[in-house]
């Protein structure tokens, strides 16, 4: 576990190490082959442990991943140290690294960090600065988001680092999702 200062606020995460699915490819020998645009991008997918989080994972796979790019997932927990908690959210994040090297070919990064979930996917997408940051909505509805508040509404006004894509969940129409 690593704690960093940022800005007078302190966030605790720890990296999570997931299995090794992409190959080691060498250098490229052409000049040609080492520019800017054949080195992927980065996105960020905030996951939680419900389904509408799997169903923004899965549409993020199939509408937005290419074959060079980096999904960083980022899980948002009140307690770092928690073992039972970080051995639970392995498990997804071991089992969602699959699914996307089986179904995009993608490299997955993953991290859990300690904190308010809407502050750290935000400060997570700083950090990074990917091309997208993807999230699924809680299912609640217009009435309970209002009263007490949503972490996608926060990201929204909040999030400056790229563009935020809010994945509607399930019950409004998953056709095109694998």
């Not at 990064?109 to 809407?118: L, Q």
């Not at 502050?119 to 997570?124: D, L, P, S, T, Y």
């Not at 926060?154 to 680092?161: D, M, Q, S």
Request: aromatic fraction near 4%; proline fraction near 5%.
């Amino acid at each position: 576990m690593e704690t960093v200062m940022e800005d007078v606020e302190e966030y605790s995460y720890r990296e999570v190490r997931l299995p090794s699915l992409i190959p080691v490819v060498p250098e490229p020998e052409l000049e040609r082959e080492t520019g800017e645009r054949r080195r992927g991008r980065d996105i960020v997918v905030a996951i939680d442990h419900g389904p509408n989080s799997k169903h923004a994972f899965d549409w993020a796979l199939v509408h937005l991943c290419r074959l060079a790019d980096t999904i960083h997932l980022v899980h948002a927990v009140s307690d770092v140290k928690n073992q039972v908690v970080y051995d639970v959210t392995q498990g997804l994040m071991e089992k969602l690294a699959v699914d996307a090297f089986e179904v995009a070919m993608v490299k997955t990064v993953a991290r859990i960090v300690e904190g308010d979930p809407g502050k750290v996917i935000c400060k997570e997408a700083d950090r990074i600065k990917p091309a997208a940051v993807v999230m699924g909505t809680r299912g609640r509805s217009l009435i309970q988001s209002v009263l007490q508040g949503s972490v996608g509404e926060y990201c929204f006004h909040h999030c400056k680092a790229a563009p935020l894509v809010i994945v509607p969940g399930k019950d409004a129409g998953d056709a095109s999702i694998i």
